[in-house]
């Protein structure tokens, strides 16, 4: 049997077995900021609660046990009818494992059920169709370097090396990451992403808290979409951030690393480039607070289309 026959099948294997593990973790509900504060709840994969601005926002939010054939490894961190209620969904692409339509749909009913409103949703261009009809108040599309506004906060819609088709014929459809502003805080959420020479670009609106996957890079062509625990780290080191949480590791079976590898190997990375203590690493359901400090430095302005709320 060939090396390659040999490795799909152990991947086969694995995946099978792991189908039918307990899925590990239990849900906590989300440590609720106090004005000024910034919260980001991880709940797992690339999904994350982000209280900023006075504002409850959702990235990536997927709350399914299964994808199509796929089956969550780990519990969310927390569960929807424990979340605040939501202002603002962001989705960075329209691949299954973050863009999902049942968990979609739960944001919008549990939001209308607190507030009588749904909440607003953020997709790249060429995504608005398929979130249109599950019941979001607004639906706002973006291209990269283009900036929202809404009250306190703005947002910019960064670069990424990826590919946003949902299905085979979905050329059209866009991609990328956001930085999330308000005061002193900044936070970079990076969706899906190789690593590329595109965060030192994004480096000039200095985010401060990098959000940054570790996972899903094995066979080494993934990595033409996909950044390694290393290539991770590098990008961090190109954004110049305080501190990076790794995402995107730990929670499906994407690739054929083993599922338990991608954050010993960031962690003695970190521990190797002397950035160890830059590296949180948050648990499902764990939120980080950090309380508002002065703006060291304002954050330069790519030129590019402003979108008010």
């Not at 961190?77 to 999902?100: F, S």
């Not at 590919?163 to 969706?191: A, C, N, T």
Request: charged share 20%.
């Amino acid at each position: 049997m060939s090396r390659g026959i040999k490795g799909r099948t152990k991947f086969a294997w694995e995946t099978a077995r792991l189908a039918f593990e307990p899925l590990a973790g239990e849900p906590q509900k989300p440590e609720l900021v106090r004005p000024g504060e910034l919260g980001v709840t991880f709940i797992g994969h690339s999904s994350f609660l982000i209280q900023m601005a006075g504002k409850n926002i959702l990235v990536d939010p997927v709350f399914a046990k299964w994808l199509i054939v796929l089956r969550r490894v780990r519990r969310p961190g927390v569960e929807v009818q424990d979340l605040p209620p939501i202002d603002l969904v962001l989705q960075t692409h329209a691949h299954m494992d973050h863009l999902n339509f049942p968990s979609l749909r739960a944001i919008v009913d549990h939001t209308r059920s607190i507030r009588g409103k749904a909440p607003e949703i953020i997709v790249p261009h060429g995504v608005d169709d398929l979130v249109a009809p599950l019941g979001f108040a607004r639906i706002h599309t973006m291209r990269w370097w283009q900036q929202f506004t809404s009250g306190a906060l703005r947002i910019v819609m960064t670069p990424s090396q990826h590919w946003g088709k949902r299905f085979f014929v979905d050329d059209h459809r866009g991609y990328g990451g956001y930085v999330l502003e308000s005061g002193s805080h900044s936070i970079y959420h990076s969706g899906d992403t190789a690593y590329f020479s595109g965060f030192q670009q994004i480096a000039r609106l200095h985010p401060k808290l990098a959000l940054l996957p570790i996972g899903a890079y094995s066979p080494d062509s993934f990595r033409s979409v996909h950044t390694t625990p290393e290539d991770a780290l590098q990008a961090f080191l190109d954004l110049g951030s305080d501190c990076m949480i790794p995402m995107h590791y730990g929670t499906f079976r994407l690739s054929k690393e083993p599922i338990d590898e991608p954050l010993p190997r960031l962690l003695a990375a970190a521990q190797h480039a002397k950035v160890a203590d830059r590296i949180t690493t948050l648990r499902e359901g764990e939120t980080l607070l950090l309380s508002n400090r002065p703006s060291a430095q304002p954050s330069a302005d790519p030129a590019g289309q402003m979108i008010h709320s």
